[in-house]
C-alpha cells in the first residue's frame, strides 16, 4: 500500500507529464548492488564516497518514456540539459519539487544527474520504487515502455512508503536479444562490461553528426550515442 501522501505525490507527477512515477527509501538505496560497489575498483574508484544529504529519507523516481519513435529526445549537444528528454525530466522534477514544498510541507530538492557530484544510482531507485527491474541488458526495464524510459529524481525529506520493489520477472526464458545486439560484445563474459560499452560511447562522440533545424531551428551539432542493448528488447515492443 502506498501511503496517502505517497499516492497524492505519483498523481501529480502524472498530472504533469511523467511516464511512471515512484518512491523508495534512502535506507535501501544504501543496502543497493551500486551503493556496495560504489568506489571499488575495477570501474567505480571515481565516484568516492557517497554523500547524500542527511535529511533525505526518501526520493521519488520520474521517468519519462523514449520510444524508438522519437530518437531526437536522446540525441546529446551542447546545451543546457545536454538532450532534449532530459531538459523535459528536470522541467517537470523543478515543477514537482515546487509543488511539494508548497502543498505538502515537505523539502523536496533536485538530485543532480552524476554520481560522483552528489547524484544517485537513478536504475537502483527506479527498481526499488517498482517502476521495473534490472534486466539483462543492465537497464531498468518496466512493464509498460520497456527500457525505452529515462530517469530523474528528487530527495525528500520525508519517510514516506516506498512504491517497490515488484515481481516482474520479464528477462526469465528469454533468449536475450539485448545482449547479442551490442556491437562492442560488452556481454561476452556474462555480465555487463563497461569498458566495452565505453568504447562504443567514445566512437559515437567521434562519429557526432550535424542535424537541421535542431534547437531554435538552427542547426546543431548531435551524438548519437548507442542504444542497441535499449531498443533491442522486446519488453512492451
Ligand atoms: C555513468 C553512466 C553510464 C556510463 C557507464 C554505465 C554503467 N553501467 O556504469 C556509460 C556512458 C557507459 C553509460 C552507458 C549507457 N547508459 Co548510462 N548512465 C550512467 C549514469 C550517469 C550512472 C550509472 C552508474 O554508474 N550507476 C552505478 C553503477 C554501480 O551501476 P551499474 O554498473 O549500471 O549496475 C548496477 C545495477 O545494475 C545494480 N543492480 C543489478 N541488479 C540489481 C537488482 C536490484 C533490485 C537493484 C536495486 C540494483 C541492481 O547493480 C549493478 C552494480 O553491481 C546513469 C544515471 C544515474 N545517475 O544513475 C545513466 C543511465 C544508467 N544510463 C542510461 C542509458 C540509457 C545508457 C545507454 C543506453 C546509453 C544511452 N544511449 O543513453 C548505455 C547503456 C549501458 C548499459 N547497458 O548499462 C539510463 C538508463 C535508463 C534505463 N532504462 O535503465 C540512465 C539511468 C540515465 C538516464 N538518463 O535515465 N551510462
Not at 499516492?7 to 504533469?16: G, H, V, Y
Not at 523543478?94 to 557530484?117: F, G, P
Not at 517502476?131 to 524510459?149: D, M
Not at 534547437?215 to 533491442?232: F, M, Q, T
Amino acid at each position: 500500500m502506498v501511503s496517502n501522501t505517497g499516492s497524492k505525490i505519483i498523481a501529480k507527477a502524472d498530472e504533469l507529464g511523467a511516464s511512471l512515477a515512484g518512491i523508495a527509501s534512502i535506507a535501501s538505496l544504501k543496502a543497493s548492488p551500486s551503493y556496495d560497489v560504489c568506489g571499488k575498483p575495477p570501474y567505480y574508484e571515481g565516484y568516492g564516497s557517497i554523500e547524500w544529504p542527511k535529511d533525505a529519507k526518501s526520493v521519488l523516481v520520474l521517468a519519462l518514456s523514449h520510444e524508438a519513435s522519437k530518437p531526437e529526445l536522446d540525441w546529446w549537444s551542447h546545451m543546457p540539459g545536454a538532450t532534449l528528454g532530459n531538459r523535459q525530466l528536470m522541467n517537470l522534477a523543478s515543477n514537482m519539487a515546487q509543488w511539494i514544498n508548497q502543498e505538502l510541507d515537505i523539502n523536496a530538492h533536485l538530485v543532480v544527474y552524476h554520481i560522483e557530484a552528489g547524484g544517485i544510482f537513478l536504475k537502483d531507485s527506479a527498481a526499488l520504487a517498482g517502476l521495473g527491474v534490472i534486466g539483462k541488458n543492465n537497464l531498468l526495464i518496466t512493464p509498460e515502455l520497456g527500457p525505452r524510459v529515462r530517469l530523474r529524481a528528487l530527495f525528500l525529506d520525508a519517510d514516506l512508503e516506498p512504491t517497490g520493489p515488484t515481481a516482474f520477472n520479464p528477462c526469465e526464458g528469454c533468449d536475450m536479444p539485448c545482449r547479442r545486439a551490442c556491437p562492442q560484445e560488452a556481454f561476452r563474459d556474462g555480465s555487463y562490461n563497461l569498458p566495452f560499452c565505453n568504447e562504443q560511447m567514445a566512437k559515437n562522440e567521434v562519429n557526432s553528426v550535424v542535424v537541421e533545424n535542431w534547437v531554435n531551428d538552427s542547426p546543431g551539432r548531435v551524438i548519437k550515442y548507442c542504444r542497441a542493448c535499449e531498443l533491442a528488447c522486446p519488453v512492451a515492443r
